[in-house]
């Protein structure tokens, strides 16, 4: 198995006279489940782009397979795509849609008919063949798009936002196909998303980018507990997060002291590392909503707002009451300034 079998090395993509994204290196491994993850506007989607060869790099290199594909055409790369609207043919039946490529290779009649009823299969689709797009749900399409692309053998499978145009049911189940199909397939497969928990769910590694950049690359489990920076925790949810000064937590709002003494630049917790009810420090509740197995509280405080989980079974304080909190040293995360 090849570790650097997707390779992007100083990859500068361009729109006009605006860089995109500058100097990107980065590997991909044979097999892998990569998710690019980040805000809108951080040059996920052009990575992807220049990668499936609709987007000419400005420098660098990109190599599939040890092969050299920069100038490549996208036909030629052995790339498969899953695109956020689906793509399908609305004239064409579902068994048409999924047999297009092949038929466009010059395949046999019988080798079409094979592939194409075990791409169908592969996705959940049997039974499926003789109906048009519009006469499916969303999941539906999504996975005859994505068995459109796999009987194509693709080195590479490359997905935009494959569920962002789905139900939040749908998006769990689409989560559990896809992951079945990559396992079953092997295919290295490359998806983009803005969805922090849907990256954290699906991939194998995340690649979070900022401003065109790599801001960390890491398993599931390590931007999910260790971010680096003070953008990858919030971005991944630490909403709380503050600079330290002269013993004391500061912002733009205001100064809290620390209780515990830390060397830390900055610390940031997540709602749930924040002790409510208990407490040195009081603020006023701006905002209380239910939500499931807790309640999110968002507190304003002298250090401004203070987002914060409570066990559900705790009293709940009303919009404009008083509450103690603390933000103990054990429950933050410590990062570089």
Known sequence: MSENFVQLTDLTL?????????????SI?????????????????????????????????????????TRMAANKRG????????????????????????????????????????????????GFEKRK??????????RLSLARSLVMEPKVLLLDEPLSNLDARLRL???TELQRVQRET??????????????????????????????????????????????AADFIGFENIFHVKDGALVSDAGSLPMTTASDAAILAWRPGGVQVGQGPHQGAVLASSFAGEHREYVIDSAL???????????????????IAFDLPLHTARALDA
Do not use: W
Not at 29 to 53: D, F, H, N, Q, Y
Not at 95 to 115: I, P, W, Y
Not at 304 to 322: E, L, M, N, W
């Open 14 to 26: 361009s729109y006009g006279k605006t860089v995109a994204v500058p100097e990107l290196n980065l």
């Open 79 to 126: 790339i498969g795509l899953v695109f956020q609207s689906y793509a399908l043919f609305p004239h064409l039946n579902a068994f048409e849609n999924v047999a297009f490529g092949l038929r466009l290779q010059k395949m046999s009649n019988d080798e079409v008919q094979t592939r194409t009823m075990a791409g169908i299969e592969k996705v959940g689709l049997s």
């Open 29 to 69: 491994a044979e097999g892998e489940l990569v998710a690019l993850l980040g805000p809108s506007g951080c040059g996920k989607t052009t990575t992807m782009r220049a990668i499936a060869g609709l987007l000419p790099p400005t420098s660098g290199r990109i190599l599939i397979d040890g092969r050299d594909v």
């Open 133 to 142: 797009p519009a006469e499916m749900s969303g999941g539906q399409q999504q």
């Open 186 to 231: 092997g295919v290295t497969m490359v998806f983009v998303t803005h969805d922090q928990a849907e990256a954290l769910a699906m991939a194998d590694r995340i690649v979070l980018m900022n401003a065109g950049k790599i801001e960390q690359v890491g398993t599931p489990e390590d931007l999910y507990a260790r971010p680096e920076t003070a953008f």
């Open 173 to 175: 189940e689409m989560r």
């Open 304 to 322: 401004g707002q203070i987002k914060a989980d409570a066990p559900v079974g705790a009293a709940a304080v009303a919009i404009g009451d008083t």
